[in-house]
């Protein structure tokens, strides 16, 4: 529901939203678990529409942060000899984790802190 509000600017039913969705998923399924992760970089991407640098980063961190201890490091060598496809659920992880350096890079950027947004996109 919180994303529904957000599309159309209704930032205040979205964040109740957001935020009774943060408080059951910590609760039911613990701080550090990945339904965590996608509430608080939506709430990033919220906080970015409404210009609140700030706490967008803030957000989008700390989801990075859970989405990042949460994810297997892939074994390139394995995929490549025996042509063994990915995992859905690795892909899907290793996609939400580009997702999150390209929204923090992107708030940099426009902060006009080019180092740090380079750091975000380091090809």
């Known amino acids: 529901m919180g994303c529904h509000h957000q599309r159309f600017y209704h930032f205040k039913f979205a964040q ?8 059951i998923y910590k609760v039911t399924l613990g701080y550090e678990h990945l339904c965590v992760a996608r509430v608080l970089h939506n709430i990033g991407i919220m ?6 640098n700030g706490v ?17 490091t892939p074994d390139p060598s394995s995929i490549s000899k025996e042509g063994e496809a990915i995992r859905a659920e690795d892909a899907a992880l290793w996609l939400s984790i580009a997702e999150s350096h390209c929204w923090i890079g992107k708030i940099r950027r426009e902060k006009k802190n080019y180092t740090e947004a380079r750091v975000c996109f380091p090809f």
């Not at 906080?47 to 609140?52: E, G, P, S, W």
């Not at 967008?56 to 297997?72: E, G, H, N, V």
């Open 16 to 23: 109740k939203c957001y935020e009774q969705a943060l408080r």
């Open 56 to 72: 967008a980063l803030k957000c989008l961190k700390k989801s990075l942060s859970i989405r990042s201890s949460q994810t297997p």
């Open 47 to 52: 906080y970015h529409a409404k210009r609140d």
